[in-house]
């Protein structure tokens, strides 16, 4: 549940989705990198990025939300949690107070699912 690399952008073009995935190998390499079918995880660039550091690619079809729970539950949790109740006055505080709060959910909040342990404490025991 660490949430290892993020990006947030204005724009839909796929140069911030590769520079989030390239930071997050910079990190860690997984096995298997889950996304949906939208066309940024369709890319070549994308795939040849991921066949690159030899992980296996999954992508969800229409309708299987539930393939990937855990991701789909921390968005839910961050828009519920953070964004819906703020109004930012710029792209800058919005980076802001995601990145804040993607830290307290890293670090301090602690989750059921993990025994009540933080995301952190799991990701690097």
């Known amino acids: 549940r660490y949430v290892i690399s993020w990006e947030l952008d204005q724009s839909l073009e796929i140069g911030f989705i590769l520079d989030a ?37 999954s992508m969800d079809s229409k309708g299987r939300a539930l393939d990937n729970i855990i991701i789909e539950r921390f ?3 961050i828009k519920y949690e953070e964004v819906y109740l703020k109004d930012y006055e710029s792209p800058r505080e919005a980076r802001i107070n995601i990145r804040d709060y993607i830290d307290f959910y890293n670090y301090n909040r602690p989750h059921q699912s993990l025994d009540y342990k933080t995301p952190s404490s799991v990701y690097f025991n």
């Open 21 to 57: 995935v390239q930071r997050a190998f910079s990190i860690a390499k997984p096995v298997i990198f889950n996304s949906d079918q939208s066309s940024h995880f369709t890319s070549p660039k994308y795939i040849n990025l991921l066949n690159s550091k030899e992980v296996q690619i």
């Open 75 to 77: 968005w839910r949790n």
